[in-house]
């Protein structure tokens, strides 16, 4: 396997700061650059299409996943992504087939999955500890198995996007005319619920689920008051999540502040959204 | 009087047709034809399964009997334009109408930018439905009117051979809606596809249908306007007050509604 230490050792020279010597930092970095284009890229379609409660069951799978674990002596590591798809796949399956209304049947699978994670760590005491990063999350802790992961992850949802972008964008605005001009409706929902589910996960583990439709929707809602087209939006989310994560994790790692990663994360977005909405109070007052 | 069923194929044919939903019988044993080239419009109360037969010979809703849809002369299947009755999306989304066009064709992803043979086939098919003026405007900021004919601008760009519409003047204003229906008779007479539109707008119907298919869960009454609209007939599916259509003043290929695109048209007939 290639070596991800020339990657770390770049870091230092682009970001001259003390804290940014230490492996870990470096490795944290990484990951959340990765992280950043994912949730970027999905989020505009999480936003448009307001799939946040799709994204917010999805993460509460997460806890399902690691119970699973638990249950069947499988490292959390497999078994929260393998369920997290098996969830989106089946809410998704189960919107093309219901009667019932999306939120309802995203609603039910929400309840099912976070009673059975409950109950099963409520049999084990020592999942505590495996509860409390999943609440919280823990970018500071990852290896460079799942850097290779999110590699990957990354290099099939940029593809996907630059083929699918225009797709989900007419299938988002009204399937049923998309399907009857030509687009491959069910077959882009499924691959998009995949990977959405996923990154979910993914971010789970850095921000924690608490805090992971935050990171999906955020810097997609900041990008939303500052673009004026729908290509525009997908640019202005890449650079606010890109620079939330960096200046996020900077920000954590000072003396004065030490704050959780995730959360400073997330503040730094929220802070660029502040900012998004008076530029949209601006420029709404100057058409008025 | 020619009757358009003996001089032309259909290019739709439902043979018996039935659609139940949650153990309701929606359409029953419905067998009608769409003539090629002509302008169907299906009439019937709310309720009737106007919209439930369009999904159906969509595609979207599961139903026996037969939809025959015919080739192409060169016998390929009909390339199919719909434009639904309402989109439902969110007003506030940034999306450009040109954005909103290049969308259905171009493989590229829009923040990509948008090629340029792209760009000029959008331009085309507003300026076609008079609407290459707002190709900046977001999507959410159009009226219903404007909206309306965009999508039928998107639907165009199918190069249908058979164009949908489910309610067009449904949500518009009335000076929109003329402006739509003069405009979709324009296109239809320079593009030659076959129309097929859900309408409980009988003014409309009585003006540019060729053929009507009078739904209330069954075929009522089918033929042409003059066969078709009368008070007896609608009478039966709307009630009482529809003998304010005098079928009897219908001529086949004139136009008698109140609307002044009505007018227009009479000169041209």
């Keep these: 396997m290639p070596e991800l230490d020339v990657l770390y050792n770049l870091i230092p020279k682009m970001l001259p700061f003390e804290s940014m010597e230490m492996k870990f930092m470096q490795q944290a970095l990484v990951g959340l650059l990765l992280l950043a284009p994912m949730v970027a890229l999905m989020g505009v379609q999480v936003v448009n299409f307001r799939m946040a409660f799709f994204a917010d069951a999805i993460s509460h799978s997460a806890f399902t996943g690691v119970a699973l674990g638990l249950i069947l002596s499988v490292s959390p590591h497999w078994t929260m992504p393998a369920f997290g798809v098996i969830v989106g796949l089946t809410i998704v399956a189960s919107q093309r087939r219901s009667a019932l209304s999306t939120d309802t049947v995203i609603g039910v699978f929400f309840s099912g999955v976070v009673a059975f994670g409950l109950a099963v760590v409520s049999r084990d005491k020592g999942a505590a500890r495996n509860i409390q990063q999943f609440l919280y999350g823990d970018i500071l802790t990852i290896g460079n198995n799942d850097i290779w992961a999110m590699i990957a992850l990354l290099s099939v949802l940029v593809f996907f996007q630059v083929y699918g972008y225009n797709r989900l964008l007419y299938i988002g605005l009204n399937p049923v005319v998309a399907k009857v001009h030509g687009v491959r409706v069910a077959a882009y929902q499924y691959i998009y619920a995949g990977l959405l589910s996923l990154v979910v996960i993914f971010s789970v583990r850095a921000v924690g689920v608490l805090l992971v439709t935050a990171m999906l929707i955020v810097p997609a809602a900041a990008a939303r008051n500052f673009a004026r087209s729908s290509g525009g939006m997908v640019w202005w989310a890449l650079l606010v999540s890109t620079t939330s994560a960096i200046i996020g994790l900077l920000i954590s790692a000072q003396d004065w502040a030490r704050t959780a990663t995730g959360a400073t994360v997330i503040l730094v977005a929220f802070a660029w959204f502040l900012v998004s909405s008076g530029v949209n109070f601006i420029r709404g007052e100057e058409r008025a | ?269």
């Design chain 2, 1 to 269: 009087m020619t009757d358009v069923r003996s001089t032309n194929r259909a290019a739709v044919a439902f043979e018996n047709v039935t659609v139940s939903l949650g153990g309701n019988t929606i359409l029953e044993n419905i067998s009608a034809s769409v003539p090629e080239g002509s302008c169907t419009a299906i009439v019937g109360p709310n309720g009737a399964g106007k919209t439930t037969l369009l999904l159906a010979l969509l595609g979207e809703v599961s139903s026996s009997g037969r939809i025959r849809i015919s080739h192409t002369d060169q016998g390929q299947d009909l390339r199919i334009g719909y434009i639904p009755q309402r989109l439902h999306f969110d007003r506030g989304m940034p999306l450009t109408v040109l954005e909103f066009m290049v969308m259905g064709w171009q493989r590229r992803p829009l923040w990509f930018g948008i090629r340029r043979k792209h760009r000029k086939r959008a331009l085309d098919l507003l300026a076609s439905v008079k609407m290459d003026g707002l190709k900046k405007r977001r999507l959410g900021a159009l009226s219903g009117g404007e909206l309306q004919r965009v999508l039928l601008a998107l639907a165009l760009g199918q190069e249908p051979n058979l164009l949908v519409l489910d309610e067009p003047a449904s949500g518009v204003d009335f000076q929109g809606g003329q402006i739509f229906c003069e405009l979709l008779e324009k296109l239809r007479h320079e593009q030659g596809f076959t129309q097929l539109m859900v309408s409980h707008d009988l003014p409309t119907v009585t003006h540019h249908a060729t053929h009507v298919i009078c739904l209330n869960r069954q075929v009522v009454a089918e033929g042409t306007p003059r066969e078709v609209l009368t008070s007896e007939t609608l009478c039966k599916i709307f009630g009482l007050h529809m003998g304010l259509v005098d079928s009897g003043a219908l001529h086949i290929g004139t136009k008698n509604c109140s609307s002044t695109c009505c007018t227009k048209g009479d000169t041209d007939a």
